[in-house]
Each structure stands twice: as C-alpha cells, then as structure tokens.
C-alpha cells in the first residue's frame, strides 16, 4: 500500500546543503514530508549554511532551515517532529511512508541503523523502514572511510537499505554548487520515486550535455550562486575545481 508521506532526516554529517534542498524539492513535488533533525546536524547547519535552527517542536521554524526558498513552499505539507519523540507516527510501521531519506547521513547514524540502535526517532524511523520492507536511502558523506563503516555500510545494504553516496556526477558537465548538489538530490528522489528534472540524463534522450560545453579548467576559480535559496559563508565562496 503506497502513501505520499516521505521522512527525512538530518543527522550531523557535512553536507547539511543536501538535506536542506532534498526537504524543498519533495514539498515542491507536492508529497508531505516527515522531518526530524539532529542536535548534531542543528551545529553543521549553523557552520555550513549559517542558519540557526531551534529544535523544540514549539520553537522549530521551517523559515530557519529553508531560507528564501521558504516562501513559495506549502509548509502545510512539511510535518516536524523531535528527535526524541518517539511518539510521532513515523516510530510505528502503523504509520504508512513511502520512504525515508537520512540526508546527510552520520557515520554514527549509520552505525545506529546498521545494529538496530533505536536511541533516538531518526534510529526508530530507520528501523521501521528496513522491518516493513520500504524504501531506506542514506545518504553518507564521509572520506575516507574506516573497515568498521564500510561494514556498516555493506550490514545496512544487507538489511535492505540504499547506501546513495554523496558524489555528484559529472558527466552533466556541472558548473556550479547547485548543479551538483541537485545531482545528489535527484538521485535520492529517483530512488523515492519523486519525478524531477534536477539533471540531465545520461544516453539517448537523456539530455545529456555535449562534451563542447565550457567547463573550468583546472586552477580556476568559480564561483557558487544560490542553490534554492541555499548559499554558503561568504568566506567559501570559491572554490578550486
């Protein structure tokens, strides 16, 4: 039995950019969202993002996570809940989803997830998703990675879970931040099953861009514009590629 709800949490992984645009393309794609957002990833928001988010249920502003692109969302759809709440629905299998989404996913996160550690509400959900047999995304940004975390990895794969790295393509040719990061967000959506148009695809059809197109040679500098409202600090505007 299908539903529309999707969950998503944010764990304390870099990367906060991700999750923050992966939450605006789901409400955009008109499907309600489940999110819940770790102590952890509350301080990679503010260093990455510098945006300030309080997570008591009374205090939490979706405003303060999304930024700009806050104002032309319907927040209706997007449903908070604590981290240690395990009384929201997305704890019990009872509550249909049609997928969860851990964007960024922590190392510690993926420990959790890989030996049924319920600790928390991202663990619990997690949990649910892998035992009633739907779709689990994680998302992992993480270099390089020790023999305990790739086992972690291969222990979540073995339990049913989709370990979706955050590595962008680059066979679209990118050109900025934001066409990367939409890379890695339009991976996660295809594998939730939310239609988007966030790249190009790869083979006939696909639309993927001739190999004339300009591309920034090595040691340049380019700059980053906005990504859906998201822009980084001002002091790591520029990038090397």
């Known amino acids: 039995m299908a539903a529309p709800d999707l969950v998503v949490a944010l764990t304390g992984a870099s990367g906060a950019a991700y999750g923050v645009r ?17 102590p952890a990833a509350v301080e990679v ?11 008591p249920e009374g ?21 908070y809940h604590h981290y240690r709440n395990f009384r929201a629905g997305i704890a019990s299998g009872s509550f249909l989803t049609g997928g969860m989404a851990v964007c960024p996913c922590s190392m ?13 509400l991202i663990h619990r959900a997690a949990d649910v998703h892998l035992k009633e047999r739907r779709k689990l995304v ?14 972690n990895m291969a222990a979540v ?3 049913g879970a ?13 050109k900025t931040l934001a066409d990367m990061i939409d890379f890695v967000v339009g991976r996660v959506c295809d594998q939730l099953g939310v239609e988007h148009r966030l790249f190009e695809r790869w083979g006939p059809g696909g639309g993927v861009l001739p190999a004339t197109t300009p591309f920034t040679p090595a040691g340049k500098e380019s700059t980053i514009p906005e ?13 090397v590629v």
């Open 157 to 159: 794969a073995e339990a």
């Open 59 to 79: 205090e939490f502003d979706p405003a303060a996570l999304l930024g700009p692109a806050a104002g032309g969302l319907p927040l209706h759809d997007l449903h």
């Open 108 to 120: 510690g996160t993926l420990a959790a997830v890989a030996h049924g550690l319920s600790e928390n």
């Open 45 to 55: 928001l503010a260093t990455e993002l510098d945006r300030e988010v309080k997570l």
């Open 227 to 239: 990504c859906g409202g998201i822009s980084v600090r001002p002091a790591r505007q520029r990038i």
């Open 22 to 38: 992966l939450v605006e393309v789901l409400l955009r794609a008109g499907r309600p969202v489940h999110l819940t957002v770790s």
């Open 162 to 174: 989709v370990v979706l790295p955050a590595m962008p393509g680059f066979y679209t040719r990118p």
């Open 138 to 151: 994680l998302v992992p940004r993480e270099t390089p990675l020790g023999l305990a975390q790739l086992r």
